[in-house]
């Protein structure tokens, strides 16, 4: 049996999605969904690599759901080792009676990380992941401020704001920003073979030499929410070697790149590069939700050894459930090996989004893996895009500080077939107006 593509039954929004929308706004807080006459619609129920909304809708999905989804939508295998869990044990309590099925997590997740990093600290969010990183750095090394990249994107709690690159995000809340941070220039790979990173990393060295309270330097492999933004091959590994000479914390950020999205498990694999703490998340949980930071013994040693009261906690520290989910998660990406299918399809996007580059209004199509961004003219294009892909039964995602790509990053598991059609579909919706 073929696998399902899209299947729009009539106008988007629907009516049930439509009255729905309508109750919603009147209850959730104003700043979280964008309502539009043509954009969104309400989503009922998810399977691989389709979402089929409250109208009964049916829509290829490139998204994966923030990237969440890379082993798919309603995974049964996830589901699965889920159910088992939640009828012996939902929740247990955080710092206090650890579950098997945390420990059993922690032991897998120092399988499967570059070697070198043997310690964890299990998170809910990204965000958390990230201000436990930069805790971790305060510690060990004895200096309060941080460094990190414009236009980087690491989550919108206070002290992972802090280090967030995107001014929009930051500008409401400069007043209560420590304003510390120090921001650097995040270099742009001319194409897939570009190596040039000296000057983007000679950039870096001399903004870090001119500040002596730096403990972490924050990355992220690519930038994802920033707007898909590769950098020169060698960056991260230029950036290793600065950080070793100013004594500095090297925190890779691979909340989205992680579990193979980008053809490695982890990105910085690609170049070798083992940072001091590796932040991930999103598809750890197969959409539970869970994150991690993973750091190596000296960086995590300086955190003193619990006697009682942990310096930073929370009450869903390893909940059950989701570790659960996300070792069912890890085994999927293995059992399937996505991580060598994202890698094998990643080449094959190259062509086939290539062909996007006859609309006038693409500027640039750049990638690796499973995650790519295109970039177009403007925002309006970019929201206009995503509206008509929508119509079209396609689920798309605007990125970039300014909201001028257009971010594509399908489950691992997406069939060829699925892809290519999900494409020609993009290809309708950047059609001319």
């Known amino acids: 049996m073929s696998e399902p593509l899209e299947n729009v039954r009539g106008p988007i929004p629907g009516k049930r999605s439509t009255e729905l929308l309508a109750r919603l706004r009147l209850h959730e807080s104003r700043?979280?969904?964008?309502?539009?006459?043509?954009?969104?619609?309400?989503?009922?129920?998810?399977?691989?690599?389709?979402?089929?909304?409250?109208?009964?809708?049916?829509?290829?999905?490139?998204?994966?759901?923030?990237?969440?989804?890379?082993?798919?939508?309603?995974?049964?295998?996830?589901?699965?080792?889920?159910?088992?869990?939640?009828?012996?044990?939902?929740?247990?309590?955080?710092?206090?009676?650890?579950?098997?099925?945390?420990?059993?997590?922690?032991?897998?997740?120092?399988s499967i990380v570059p070697a070198g990093l043997s310690r964890t600290y299990l998170a809910?969010?990204?965000?958390?992941?990230?201000?436990?990183?930069?805790?971790?750095?305060?510690?060990?090394?004895?200096?309060?401020?941080?460094?990190?990249?414009?236009?980087?994107?690491?989550?919108?709690?206070?002290?992972?704001?802090?280090?967030?690159?995107?001014?929009?995000?930051r500008k409401p809340f400069a007043g209560a920003l420590a304003g510390h941070a120090l921001f650097l220039d995040y270099p742009r790979a001319k194409n897939a073979a570009d190596e040039d990173s000296a000057p983007a990393l000679e950039s870096a060295r001399s903004a870090l030499q001119k500040r002596d309270d730096i403990g972490a330097l924050v990355v992220e492999p690519i930038q994802g929410r920033g707007g898909v933004i590769l950098p020169p091959t060698g960056f991260l590994r230029g950036l290793r070697e600065?950080?070793?000479?100013?004594?500095?914390?090297?925190?890779?950020?691979?909340?989205?790149?992680?579990?193979?999205?980008?053809?490695?498990?982890?990105?910085?694999?690609?170049?070798?590069?083992?940072?001091?703490?590796?932040?991930?998340?999103?598809?750890?949980?197969?959409?539970?939700?869970?994150?991690?930071?993973?750091?190596?013994?000296?960086?995590?040693?300086?955190?003193?050894?619990?006697?009682?009261?942990?310096?930073?906690?929370?009450?869903?520290?390893?909940n059950p459930l989701a570790c659960a989910a996300a070792l069912a998660t890890i085994g999927e990406i293995e059992r399937n090996d996505l991580v060598s299918r994202a890698k094998q399809l990643g080449v094959t996007m190259v062509s086939r989004l290539g062909n996007l580059h006859r609309h006038k209004i693409v500027q640039d199509i750049r990638g690796r893996g499973m995650m790519w961004g295109i970039e177009l003219d403007s925002a309006a294009s970019a929201h206009e895009t995503v509206v008509r892909a929508l119509s079209l039964g396609l689920l798309l995602l605007q990125a970039g500080p300014e909201g001028n790509v257009i971010s594509i990053t399908p489950s691992l598991v997406m069939s060829e077939r699925q892809l290519f059609h999900a494409i020609d579909l993009l290809d309708r919706a950047l059609a001319p107006r």
């Open 31 to 110: 700043n979280v969904t964008a309502i539009e006459e043509r954009f969104p619609v309400v989503w009922e129920s998810a399977l691989g690599s389709v979402v089929t909304d409250v109208d009964g809708n049916e829509f290829l999905d490139l998204t994966s759901a923030f990237g969440v989804a890379a082993i798919g939508h309603s995974n049964p295998y996830v589901a699965s080792a889920v159910a088992d869990q939640v009828v012996r044990l939902a929740h247990s309590m955080g710092d206090v009676h650890p579950s098997e099925v945390r420990i059993e997590l922690l032991e897998r997740i120092a």
């Open 124 to 169: 809910t969010s990204g965000s958390e992941a990230i201000e436990v990183a930069l805790k971790t750095a305060m510690l060990a090394t004895g200096k309060a401020g941080h460094a990190s990249f414009r236009n980087s994107y690491h989550g919108l709690s206070f002290g992972a704001l802090e280090v967030t690159g995107i001014e929009r995000f």
């Open 242 to 318: 600065i950080c070793d000479e100013f004594g500095i914390l090297l925190v890779v950020d691979e909340i989205w790149t992680g579990f193979g999205r980008t053809g490695t498990m982890f990105a910085c694999e690609r170049e070798a590069v083992l940072p001091d703490l590796l932040c991930i998340g999103k598809a750890m949980g197969g959409g539970l939700p869970i994150a991690a930071l993973v750091g190596t013994e000296a960086a995590m040693n300086a955190w003193p050894l619990s006697e009682g009261e942990a310096l930073h906690t929370s009450t869903f520290l390893g």
